[in-house]
């Protein structure tokens, strides 16, 4: 609620005029502050509980790096208290809508960004598995060694593609869905589409240009502290039991 609204709310109650400014000073003596709500993916019940179930599994061994290794555009504000930005009741939710018809698909590890491959249309299980042949093996290749596939649980990442990936005997770690922060490659992706904004592009060809470029680019320094803040984020995940992070 806005002052405004709480102090009509208040002198409809009491009787007496309250003025907006009495509410937010008010506010402010008990340590809240009007702030503009975080935007997070709105998690269910169901999803909170496989975020937990997800961190308290992997903080037994994710101290081991060497395994991570291998819709409106209006203002809005809430009042809350220092540390509260992530907790349900002060962020505003954001709900995944398909929009765009240009996609672009890409992998990355501690030791380096992979393959990156531009894609026209509307991806489903087909095109994905053939990604998953063309680019995503290829990229495991080049790493030298053995290593573990995360992808979210988008349909398409689950149907046609468990058989292929038990075929081409990829072990595939389990993921809890509506987790964007917890995966690192959201970040690399955030840096990507900044370093294309700044080249200022005018045209499709050159954002696949500028992208690719940018892409080959990306430092392996980066690429590691992606990875390795995956033990920040486990713990950010079991503080807030299971709710939405700063990731």
């Given at each position: 609620?806005?002052?405004?609204?709480?102090?009509?709310?208040?002198?409809?109650?009491g009787?007496?005029?309250?003025?907006?400014?009495?509410i937010?000073?008010?506010?402010h003596?008990?340590?809240?502050?009007?702030?503009?709500p975080?935007?997070?993916?709105?998690p269910?019940?169901?999803?909170?509980?496989?975020?937990?179930?997800?961190?308290?599994?992997?903080q037994?061994?994710?101290?081991?790096?060497?395994?991570?290794?291998?819709?409106?555009?209006d203002?809005?504000?809430?009042?809350?208290?220092?540390?509260?930005?992530?907790?349900?009741?002060?962020?505003?939710?954001?709900?995944?809508?398909?929009?765009?018809?240009?996609?672009?698909?890409?992998?990355?590890?501690?030791?380096?960004?992979?393959?990156?491959?531009?894609?026209?249309?509307?991806?489903?299980?087909?095109?994905?598995?053939?990604?998953?042949?063309?680019?995503?093996?290829?990229?495991?290749?080049?790493?030298?060694?053995?290593?573990?596939?995360?992808?979210?649980?988008?349909?398409?990442?689950?149907?046609?593609?468990?058989?292929?990936?038990?075929?081409l005997m990829?072990?595939?770690?389990?993921?809890?869905?509506?987790?964007?922060?917890?995966?690192?490659?959201?970040?690399?992706?955030?840096?990507?589409?900044?370093?294309?904004?700044?080249?200022?592009?005018?045209?499709?060809?050159?954002?696949?240009?500028?992208?690719?470029?940018?892409?080959k680019?990306?430092?392996?320094?980066?690429?590691?502290?992606?990875?390795?803040?995956?033990?920040?984020?486990?713990k950010?995940?079991?503080?807030?039991?299971?709710?939405?992070?700063?990731y």
């Amino acid at each position: 609620m806005s002052a405004a609204s709480i102090a009509a709310e208040v002198e409809g109650v009491g009787g007496q005029p309250v003025s907006a400014q009495t509410i937010r000073r008010t506010l402010h003596q008990i340590g809240l502050n009007g702030c503009c709500p975080r935007r997070k993916p709105l998690p269910k019940m169901m999803h909170k509980k496989a975020r937990k179930e997800f961190a308290e599994d992997k903080q037994t061994w994710i101290k081991d790096m060497d395994y991570w290794n291998s819709g409106s555009d209006d203002v809005k504000s809430v009042w809350r208290q220092p540390g509260e930005e992530y907790k349900d009741k002060c962020v505003l939710p954001t709900v995944k809508h398909g929009g765009g018809s240009v996609m672009v698909w890409g992998c990355t590890s501690a030791a380096s960004t992979g393959e990156l491959q531009f894609i026209e249309g509307t991806m489903n299980a087909n095109m994905y598995c053939d990604i998953l042949t063309q680019s995503m093996i290829p990229s495991l290749l080049r790493l030298g060694r053995r290593a573990v596939f995360q992808h979210d649980n988008n349909p398409k990442h689950t149907s046609k593609t468990t058989a292929l990936l038990k075929k081409l005997m990829v072990k595939v770690m389990d993921w809890p869905s509506m987790s964007p922060d917890l995966n690192p490659i959201e970040h690399l992706w955030g840096i990507l589409k900044q370093m294309v904004v700044e080249r200022k592009v005018s045209n499709i060809h050159q954002l696949r240009d500028v992208a690719m470029e940018a892409w080959k680019r990306t430092p392996v320094a980066t690429c590691e502290a992606l990875v390795n803040s995956m033990l920040k984020r486990i713990k950010a995940v079991l503080e807030n039991d299971g709710g939405h992070t700063k990731y």
